[in-house]
């Protein structure tokens, strides 16, 4: 359990978490790896929400997400928001009330029974109504292609396992390449590039990395503290070494 954490309650909803880089170390972690590794950003992230339920930063019956992450002065600094999940759903409904498509799809009568509904029953309704709101989008999108960011991380254990990828990717977006820790980090932005093409490029990535992280979580640390080694076009550069 975190022994030296701050916690300072911001407002009702947010509070900030201030962790030293010796209790992150202290709990298993390191710095470098919350933000390369989703994965151990999520249980890294557990264990400071426990400590703050434990200490009563954070009530019960609520569902909690990190919108702000930094790393200054050898501390970790992150706000957690903790939101009432009746309140939530309240919410989420009444602005799908408003929404003149959305009630149309859904109906009227069906969505003020979920606002009238408590406990168990107005989350069953509410998940209910979501799902089929999601297969109706995704319906309609089906013949609609849909923009999304790829802009990737990709971790390498070793410049060669960079290098063999090199090798054997298709030169295709633009980036930049970081050393961490003894690690080797890609940026890659695949946004304009052709779909298939992108999907080679990941797949082939797959193959020599050890994991492929979203661009928007660590990206903003490894410009920060990451010594940068190629400023643009990694893949060219390494293909032809």
């Not at 009238?116 to 989008?137: C, D, H, P, Y």
């Not at 990535?205 to 410009?223: H, R, T, V």
């Amino acid at each position: 359990m975190v022994i030296d954490l701050t916690f300072i309650k911001v407002n009702d909803q947010v509070i900030k978490c201030v962790i030293p880089a010796d209790e992150i170390s202290s709990l298993g972690f390191q710095v470098e790896e919350i933000f390369s590794s989703k994965e151990k950003a999520t249980e890294f992230i557990k264990e400071v929400v426990a400590a703050a339920s434990s200490q009563g930063f954070i009530k019960e019956d609520t569902y909690q997400f990190v919108n702000k992450i930094g790393y200054e002065n050898n501390e970790l600094v992150m706000n957690v928001v903790s939101v009432s999940v009746d309140k939530q759903i309240n919410s989420t409904v009444s602005r799908l009330l408003s929404a003149y498509d959305m009630v149309n799809c859904i109906g009227r009568q069906r969505l003020e029974e979920i606002l009238r509904a408590t406990g168990e029953e107005k989350i069953m309704g509410f998940n209910q109504v979501m799902n089929e709101l999601n297969s109706s989008i995704e319906q309609k999108s089906e013949d609609t292609e849909v923009q999304e960011d790829r802009r990737y991380v990709i971790r390498f254990s070793s410049l060669d396992d960079a290098e063999r990828f090199c090798e054997s990717a298709d030169e295709i977006g633009n980036g930049r390449m970081y050393k961490s820790d003894n690690k080797y980090f890609m940026y890659v932005d695949l946004n304009g590039a052709d779909s298939v093409d992108a999907n080679r490029f990941l797949l082939t990535a797959e193959e020599y990395s050890e994991e492929i992280i979203e661009a928007d979580w660590c990206q903003p640390y490894l410009s920060e503290h990451a010594q940068v080694i190629i400023r643009e076009n990694p893949v060219s550069v390494l293909k032809n070494l």
